[in-house]
C-alpha cells in the first residue's frame, strides 16, 4: 500500500490509547523483516533509518531510503518512513526529496538555548514542507560513541515544566523523553518512572516518545502506555535477534559462503522480534 504518515500513526495511535513501533532499519533485510512483522501482528509500523545508519552506508541517504521505501509500499501492513536522530542539517534537509513524512531532530547535546533554536529553526523547515517533526529534552544516553551515561543519575531524566516551555518555543509534534531507559541495551532490565511519564503525559500537549524501549521489559512498555507513552523505538532488539541467528548459522556451518543460508534465519528472527513488540502496543 502507499507509504503513509508518521504524523497520521502516532496521532491514531495516542487517540485509541494504544502505542505505535517505530523500528530501525540498517539493512534491506530489517526493512522486510519489519514489514513482515507488522503484516503477520496486522499492526502498523514505523521504519526509521537513523543518522548513524547513513554514515554506515557511506553517507548516502538515497539508496537505503529507497530500498525501504519500496519494501514498505509492497506490503499490505500501514507503515511509514521516519529519518531518526538527525543532527547533521544537510541530512535534514535530504528528508524530503526522499520521500521521509517525519524526522526525529536530535539537539539534546547542545544547552537549553541552543537546542531550542537549532529545533525551532528545524520544525519551521520541516512544517514548510509538511514534515512532521519529533524531537529530545533530556539525557537518554546509550548512543555509539557516547560516554556511558546512567539513566537514573540525578539531571538526566526530563523535567515536565520545562518540557512544556520547550514544546511552546519548539512548536515541535512530538517529544522524546528521558524516563529511566537507555539507548542500546541489549538486556531488558530498564525501570521507568511511570509517575514521570504520567505528569509529562498531562502536561505536554504532544505525544511523548520512548527511545531505548530494547532494553524495557514487556510489561514496562505495557504500564507506559497506560501512562501516557505513544511511539515506542525499538533497534537493538532487532540487531540481537539478527546477529543471534547469524552466529547460530556461522558455528553449524563453518564452510558455508552463501551469505542467503544465514541472512534469511536471521531476517525470520527479527519479523518474530518486530511482531512480538507489536503484540505489546493493542
Known sequence: MPLVSTGELVSGARAAGHGVAAFNVITLEHAEAVALGAERAGAPAILQISENAVKFHGGRLSAIAAATAAVARASSAPLSLHLDHVTDPELLRAAHPEGFSSVMFDASKLSYGANVKATADAVRWGHERGIWIEAELGEVGGKEGE????????????????????????????????????????ERTASLDHELIAALATAVPVPLVLHGSSGVPDDEIRQAITSGMVKINIGTALNTAFTGEVRAHLSADETGVDPRKYLAPAREAMAGTVAGFLGLLK
Open 147 to 186: 560516554a556511558p551515561l546512567d539513566a537514573h543519575a540525578p539531571g538526566v531524566r526530563t523535567d515536565p515544566a520545562e518540557a512544556v516551555a520547550y514544546v511552546a518555543e519548539t512548536g515541535v509534534d512530538a517529544l522524546a523523553v528521558a524516563v529511566g531507559s537507555s539507548h542500546a541495551m541489549t
